[in-house]
């Protein structure tokens, strides 16, 4: 009837009987499934229909293997939300073994993938992103934000996990370096060990130099910029607290490759 010409007054009561009669269709509808269920009742519920994944809570609560991941998710760890709205956590290492280590320790079940820079002088990396939601937004509660680099807080680490924490930390961004230094007019060399922690944050350092100080009775080593970072860097005698206190036991999880370099080192001080 769209080219049957109407006046407004014929126009409104079409449009009120259109809206009645969809009322009552909808009234009669209602009726029937009501009817329908009373028959028909319906099962209780099994749960949601994607079950919650032991990951999911994983940063909920610390313990050891929290307090690990969340170490080295400070230093090569990244969050974001992508153009779906999708939130995503992910790990990143030029070591395989390392982003194998926290996907066991997550429990996680994600395929490790990797990428080889076309730049020059760049190793391939490997990563595991997780697809999480609440992963996200328990990460924002321990103060972590996405780009965090130049911004990264000092999470309230318990004392217990201190250790655990550090570890983390420091085999995603910390370094061991040992070396032999010729002295002028003497036969002996004088040998030499550093350890540190890089970071693009300051304030990160300065809390992880108090931590240490009063939980590895260490001194304070040496806080000073270093290219367009932070570095804390620790001579010899610190460098042996540091590694008592990151590697009580000999089966801690880590990276074996920074572990190696600093026990070779401390042989060699002997």
Known sequence: VRDVRLTKKQQTELKQRE????AKGRKKALRHWQEYRKRHPMQKSKGPRWPERSVETFFDAWTTEMAYVLGFFAADGSMYKNRGGSYYVGFSSIDREQIALIRRLMG?????????SQQ????????????????YRQLIKLSFTPRKSL????????????????RGYFDGDGYVFFA??????????????RTGFTSGSRTFLEIL????????????????PHASNWELSYSTNDSRHLYKFMYPTATVPCLKRKKL???EALVELE
């Not at 807080?153 to 550090?166: G, I």
């Not at 010729?182 to 004088?190: G, I, L, V």
């Not at 939980?215 to 000073?224: D, E, F, T, V």
Request: no cysteine.
């Open 19 to 22: 809206l009645s009669g969809g």
């Open 151 to 166: 911004t990264l807080q000092f999470p309230s680490v318990p004392l217990a996990v201190l250790k655990v924490f550090t």
């Open 108 to 116: 996680a079940s994600n395929n490790i993938e990797s990428y080889q």
């Open 180 to 193: 032999r230094y010729k002295r002028k007019d003497r036969n002996s060399a004088h040998r030499s060990l």
């Open 120 to 135: 020059p002088n760049h190793k391939r990396r490997y990563t595991l992103q997780i697809g999480s939601t609440r992963l």
């Open 209 to 224: 130099q108090n931590r240490l100080q009063a939980g590895a009775n260490m001194g304070l080593g040496s806080l000073h």
């Open 261 to 263: 370099i600093f026990e």
